[in-house]
């Protein structure tokens, strides 16, 4: 629920480009982080070398991680999630909101394309692999990671929010607006993730033909 405190966030990957900038941004403004590694000492000395700021971020196996807190955010690539679910999902706390920014593109020899996922969406396919229990959400599919990196840049966008509970979006939501520049948007069920999904591959196609980095989405009119 929104009223809910948010004092942790785990994220599962939080080493990688799309994880990093979200670990440092969320440690700035306060809160306990625990990036979780398939190999924690290599983890821990790439997060040695971060300019720092805010709270200290923990390291953990992804196992361990993922039941230190009731928020984890899913943060691998496409092609690692159902690896990954399968050693981490019975681990999710009772009551636990998983956060999904995972997009199912493929980049082959720079040319850009989106898989077909069976479910629809990565957050739709996220959702078949992860208990019942557990309320899922998308958030920061649309975010580019390197923006996210430039720690001081101000965000200044819009970031949709879809998920299959209303406590999962009002959660991811209220996660969201933690960061400084950054809207939800609440654009209702887990399945506009299909939506959202395309409007990452279109970002990633305006920044190739405009030879720019870091397009992304406002929302007018709302
Ligand atoms: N890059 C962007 O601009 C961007 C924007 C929006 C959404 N996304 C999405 O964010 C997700 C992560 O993208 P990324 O660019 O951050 O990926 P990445 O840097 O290649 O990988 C992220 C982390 O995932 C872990 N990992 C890598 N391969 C793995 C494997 N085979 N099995 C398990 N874990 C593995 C690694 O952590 P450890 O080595 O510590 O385990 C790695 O640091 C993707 O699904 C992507 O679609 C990316």
């Known amino acids: 629920m ?13 080493t ?4 990093r900038g979200l670990a440092q941004r969320f440690a700035r403004v306060g809160l ?28 953990a196996s992804n196992t361990e991680a993922a039941a230190q807190s ?11 999630v159902d690896a990954l679910l399968a ?26 394309a989106m898989l077909e996922v069976a479910e629809g969406s990565a957050s739709e396919h996220i959702r078949a692999r992860v ?12 975010i580019p990671a390197h923006l996210l990196s430039e720690l001081d840049t101000p965000l200044d966008c819009d970031e949709f929010v879809c998920g299959d509970t209303d406590e999962a979006r009002a959660r991811t939501v209220a ?13 209702g069920p887990l399945s506009r993730a299909r939506s959202i999904e395309g409007m990452t591959a279109l970002a990633i196609a305006i920044n190739r033909r405009h030879k720019i980095h870091d397009a992304r989405f406002r929302i007018v009119g709302l």
Not at 2 to 14: C, E, Q, Y
Not at 16 to 19: V, Y
Not at 32 to 59: F, H, N
Not at 131 to 142: D, E, H, I, S, Y
Request: net charge neutral; charged share 15%; no cysteine.
């Open 16 to 19: 990688g480009q799309q994880g």
């Open 70 to 80: 009731d928020l984890v955010v899913i943060a691998v690539p496409f092609a690692s």
């Open 175 to 187: 996660l969201v607006q933690l960061l400084p520049g950054l809207r939800a948007v609440d654009v």
């Open 131 to 142: 208990p019942a229990r557990v309320g899922l959400a998308a958030a920061f599919k649309t």
């Open 32 to 59: 306990r982080v625990i990036v979780g590694s398939r190999d924690p000492d290599k983890a821990r000395a790439v997060i040695a070398g971060w300019p720092g700021g805010g709270q200290p971020i923990d390291v």
């Open 2 to 14: 929104a009223s809910l405190p948010l004092t942790s966030v785990v994220i599962l990957g939080g």
């Open 87 to 112: 050693e981490v999902a019975g681990r999710f706390t009772e009551g636990a909101v998983a956060i999904d920014l995972t997009v199912p593109v493929t980049f082959n020899a720079g040319k850009m």
